[in-house]
């Protein structure tokens, strides 16, 4: 039996009966009153490639508008310490709808391609299963990234699941053909997908693991300028790269009306398909920016996440609807665009880039917005990792999670609350490169299990200790990340790598959990 079929008795039976806002408060309802508090839809909007640095309400130097963003931040919270939980796409994808690090799968490193299998097992616990369990309608629209399953044409061979780094040429699939296993199977009740990243075939929609054309061509590859990069590939005639990002934005927007109408409570999943390569802002937004057609780019998707809230304030949602935005890894910020665009810190003042180990590599923006519950804007210095969503809804929908789901999932759901606690969510946190270098951080100190970037990103010519084959930081005093002091510290660098080991061995690092 899948694990996904039947594990939890849901609380809106219980909630149902008590009213859901007595239910979270703890307060009985005196016989004859009704609770009118539905339960809160939830919203999580996964930017592409986006840095700590390229909005404004993080960075008021930052060279790119983006007003909506900046509005959501006033509404709510504001994290300054979170972090997604891979340096690259794929693997925070699964870390984020598994609530597991994943490293623990059979992605060591790299991403997937547009032809993978799929990377999630197919009974492996999600945070849609949760939320399904728990009464709401569940949704994925945007950028899957992580593998799906097509039907083979005749005599052909599937595609290896041994190294999910390596990516399949796709001979042999019928791409034309509904999915044999996709979002749909993993605890969404709608999906409206494209496979991978906007620059990695195929090109297609997918509706509920249909294909929304099923005629494919070949849409020739782009490499000039910097930036505005896809590669040649299979795809749905009627694609166009430059439309997805608006496509998608509608998309939701439609979700949203259509579970309006049925007053039901929602989940969507909304993984963008920007600020990712190619670079293609709408005309609208070209030329808006300081920071090239890469904050122009920026400009368009703040714009399509503020269409998607003002449809949720216009389809009088918004008070009750938790909204998540964070993004999925760092921004791809070059050395050559730091020298183009001086004054645009799109990682801020964190070293590194896109695939590091370092903390431009994972360190993320990440708001929430719920009206009915956050009552005052807020900064919180907590350090937060993208699994933990999946014990953070579990703990709002009154579950407990099985032992062997969310593995490295810790509960944040105390800080929503207008006096929240100064308490550590996680004790601790592991980061993981495009390469597959290990770091781990607890408290100030950020132990990297070798040296350089573990990513794209060169040590600067001035190093002061190259030679060093690890590295310890002192991110209170030092968030650069400038100074490495495992010779000053042996003993602090000796224990963290013992506690990374210990985590990696595990297989879990949440109390209660197992592998």
């Given at each position: 039996m899948k694990l996904r079929t039947s594990l939890f008795i849901s609380s809106w039976v219980l909630i149902g009966l008590l009213g859901f806002k007595s239910y979270f408060s703890g307060n009985e309802i005196k016989k004859g009153e009704v609770s009118t508090s539905p339960p809160p839809n939830i919203i999580v909007i996964l930017a592409d490639d986006l840095g700590y640095g390229d909005l404004q309400c993080y960075n008021p130097d930052s060279q790119i508008p983006t007003p909506h963003l900046n509005q959501l931040s006033q509404t709510g919270l504001r994290f300054t310490d979170a972090h997604s939980g891979s340096s690259v796409c794929s693997p925070t994808r699964y870390g984020l709808l598994t609530g597991r690090y994943?490293?623990?799968?059979?992605?060591?490193?790299?991403v997937l391609g547009g032809f993978s299998p799929p990377l999630i097992e197919n009974e492996r616990f999600t945070i849609?299963?949760?939320?399904?369990?728990?009464?709401?309608?569940?949704?994925?629209?945007?950028?899957?990234?992580?593998?799906?399953?097509?039907?083979?044409?005749?005599?052909?061979?599937?595609?290896?699941?041994?190294?999910?780094?390596?990516?399949?040429?796709?001979?042999?699939?019928?791409?034309?053909?509904?999915?044999?296993?996709?979002?749909?199977?993993?605890?969404?009740?709608?999906?409206?997908?494209?496979?991978?990243?906007?620059?990695?075939?195929?090109?297609?929609?997918?509706?509920?693991?249909?294909?929304?054309?099923?005629?494919?061509?070949?849409?020739a590859g782009n490499n000039e300028p910097r930036g505005v990069f896809w590669r040649t590939g299979p795809a749905g005639k009627g694609f166009k790269v430059e439309n997805t990002l608006d496509i998608l934005g509608q998309k939701a927007q439609q979700y949203m009306t259509e579970m309006r109408k049925q007053k039901k409570p929602f989940f969507l999943y909304l993984p963008l398909?920007?600020?990712?390569?190619?670079?293609?802002?709408?005309?609208?937004?070209?030329?808006?920016?300081?920071?090239?057609?890469?904050?122009?780019?920026?400009?368009?998707?703040?714009?399509?996440?503020?269409?998607?809230?003002?449809?949720?304030?216009?389809?009088?949602?918004?008070?009750?609807?938790?909204?998540?935005?964070?993004?999925?890894?760092?921004?791809?910020?070059?050395?050559?665009?730091?020298?183009?665009?001086?004054k645009h810190r799109a990682n801020y003042g964190y070293r590194g880039q896109k695939s590091d180990v370092w903390e431009g590599g994972h360190r993320v923006p990440f708001l929430v917005s719920w009206p009915q519950a956050i009552h005052t804007t807020r900064t919180l210095a907590h350090t937060l990792c993208?699994?933990?969503?999946?014990?953070?809804?579990?703990?709002?929908?009154?579950?407990?999670?099985?032992?062997?789901?969310?593995?490295?999932?810790?509960?944040?759901?105390?800080?929503?609350?207008?006096?929240?606690?100064?308490?550590?969510?996680?004790?601790?946190?592991?980061?993981?490169?495009?390469?597959?270098?290990?770091?781990?951080?607890?408290?100030?100190?950020?132990?990297?299990?070798?040296?350089?970037?573990?990513?794209?990103?060169?040590?600067?010519?001035?190093?002061?200790?190259?030679?060093?084959?690890?590295?310890?930081?002192d991110l209170e005093k030092d968030p650069g990340e400038t100074n490495n002091l495992m010779n000053t510290y042996p003993k602090i660098a000796a224990n963290l790598q013992t506690l990374l080991r210990q985590q990696q061995q595990n297989g879990y690092t949440r109390n209660g959990a197992k592998k």
């Open positions: 994943a490293f623990r799968s059979p992605l060591k490193k790299g849609a299963d949760l939320l399904k369990n728990a009464g709401y309608q569940t949704a994925v629209i945007g950028k899957w990234h992580l593998g799906l399953e097509w039907p083979l044409q005749n005599g052909a061979t599937p595609p290896p699941r041994s190294e999910p780094d390596v990516w399949p040429t796709g001979d042999g699939l019928n791409i034309q053909a509904d999915l044999t296993q996709g979002p749909n199977d993993l605890g969404f009740d709608y999906s409206y997908i494209i496979p991978s990243s906007l620059d990695i075939p195929p090109y297609l929609y997918l509706e509920n693991g249909k294909p929304t054309e099923r005629e494919i061509v070949e849409l398909t920007s600020p990712h390569t190619p670079w293609v802002p709408s005309k609208e937004f070209r030329a808006k920016s300081n920071a090239g057609i890469y904050g122009d780019f920026v400009m368009h998707t703040d714009f399509v996440v503020g269409e998607v809230l003002a449809k949720l304030e216009a389809l009088g949602l918004k008070e009750n609807t938790l909204v998540i935005f964070t993004s999925d890894n760092g921004a791809d910020w070059k050395p050559g665009d730091k020298e183009k665009f001086p993208l699994t933990d969503l999946m014990a953070t809804f579990a703990s709002l929908t009154h579950q407990k999670l099985p032992s062997n789901a969310g593995q490295d999932s810790f509960d944040f759901s105390k800080l929503l609350t207008t006096s929240p606690t100064k308490k550590p969510v996680r004790p601790s946190i592991i980061h993981h490169s495009i390469d597959g270098m290990f770091a781990i951080r607890s408290g100030k100190w950020k132990y990297i299990d070798g040296a350089g970037s573990g990513g794209w990103s060169k040590g600067p010519a001035n190093d002061r200790k190259p030679a060093l084959s690890a590295q310890l930081y």
